[in-house]
Structure formats: C-alpha cells, structure tokens
C-alpha cells in the first residue's frame, strides 16, 4: 500500500504559476510512477477525474495533448525515489480544480489510467 501526501495549491490569479508536491512512503521506499489528476467542479465521482500529467519509475513523461505544454511533472532532484511534482504554469480559470496525485497509474502514449492510491487532493483555485 502507497501512502501519498500532497502539498501546494492555493488561490492564484491568471497567467501565474503554481507547484503542487506530492510524495508518496511505503515499505519499500519508492521509486513511484505517479499520474496527476484533477476533478473540476460538477465533476462528482472519482471516476471523472481528469488526467493532466504522469511521470513513471523511469522518468517517461505523459501528457494529455490538452495539456498544451503549461503541465510539467518531474521527480525532486533531492529526493527522485519518493517525490513528484507538478507544474503549472500561465493558470487559466479552467484549471480551477481539485488536483490528486495517484500511485501506480497505467501510462502509454499521451495518457494515463489511474492506480489504486491517490493523495488528499489539493485544491488550486484560479481568477481572471
């Protein structure tokens, strides 16, 4: 079992920047793949979450074209066995979410499905 802990987020306005964190413990210590996930308001099951980034035990990035390059995931230099983060960057009120990292996702090409563990979510919260 995957324990993640997310951090970051907050209310920002549009055109800035935002870094969420998420790092993930069990017993074997990572390396985690590890896929983003956002659910937008009017969003109500779990299952509508939207995938916007994942990163894999070797490094191989996903990205959903609709990222349009502004996502970025990429593991802490510092700690690369057990912390991911996410980048955000020129936020538009869409990106109004609640972001979950999740552990063990399934990625080929440009998307992810998600695995059984997710973070608490954390929300980001964009105003034009």
């Known amino acids: 079992q995957v324990h993640l802990v997310q951090s970051g987020g907050g209310a920002v306005q549009a055109g800035e920047s935002l870094r969420l964190t998420c790092v993930g413990s069990?017993?074997?210590?990572?390396?985690?793949?590890i896929g983003w996930f956002r659910q937008k308001p009017g969003m109500e099951r779990p299952e509508e979450r939207e995938?916007?980034?994942?990163?894999?035990?070797?490094?191989?990035?996903?990205?959903p074209s609709s990222a349009k390059g502004r996502f970025t995931v990429s593991r802490d230099t510092a700690n690369p066995r057990n912390t991911v983060f996410l980048q955000i960057d020129a936020l538009e009120p869409e990106d109004t979410a609640l972001y979950f990292c999740n552990a063990e996702p399934r990625c080929r090409s440009n998307m992810c499905w998600n695995g059984n563990y997710w973070g608490q979510g954390a929300q980001v919260t964009v105003s034009s």
């Open positions: 069990d017993m074997y210590g990572g390396p985690y793949s």
């Open positions: 995938f916007v980034a994942g990163i894999t035990r070797g490094g191989r990035t996903h990205y």
